[in-house]
């Protein structure tokens, strides 16, 4: 079993900064893709921001500039720091973990970020 919990979430005023973590824990594996998504309400889930094994990363272009993608090998975990935060960055961000082989997606239950002013 893959458990992965996120925390950092919370209220921010525009403009501030956001320090998302998501560590996994339980059979850990062959992870190719650790990311992060989001969904506000009434919308889809999207893409904020991934890594791959080998240092790739790939962000949305709403975030490009603003928000960093990192992750520390030895704790099994992934962050995104999210600075300059605007209103439409309110959602609920899950973290992503592609693992194992074939490749299986794993999330996390998910965090609140709101930004308001």
């Known amino acids: 079993q893959v458990q992965l919990v996120e925390s950092g979430g919370g209220l921010v005023q525009i403009g501030g900064s956001l320090r998302l973590s998501c560590a996994a824990s339980g059979s850990i594996f062959s992870i190719w893709t650790m990311g992060w998504y989001r969904q506000a309400p009434g919308k889809q889930r999207e893409l904020v921001a991934t890594l791959t094994n080998t240092g790739w990363t790939n962000y949305a272009d709403s975030v490009k500039g603003r928000f960093t993608i990192s992750r520390d090998n030895a704790k099994n975990t992934v962050y995104l720091q999210m600075n300059s935060l605007r209103p439409e960055d309110t959602a609920v961000y899950y973290c992503?973990?592609?693992?194992?082989?074939?490749?299986?997606?794993?999330w996390g239950q998910g965090t609140q970020v709101t930004v308001s002013s």
């Open positions: 992503n973990f592609a693992m194992g082989f074939p490749p299986q997606n794993y």
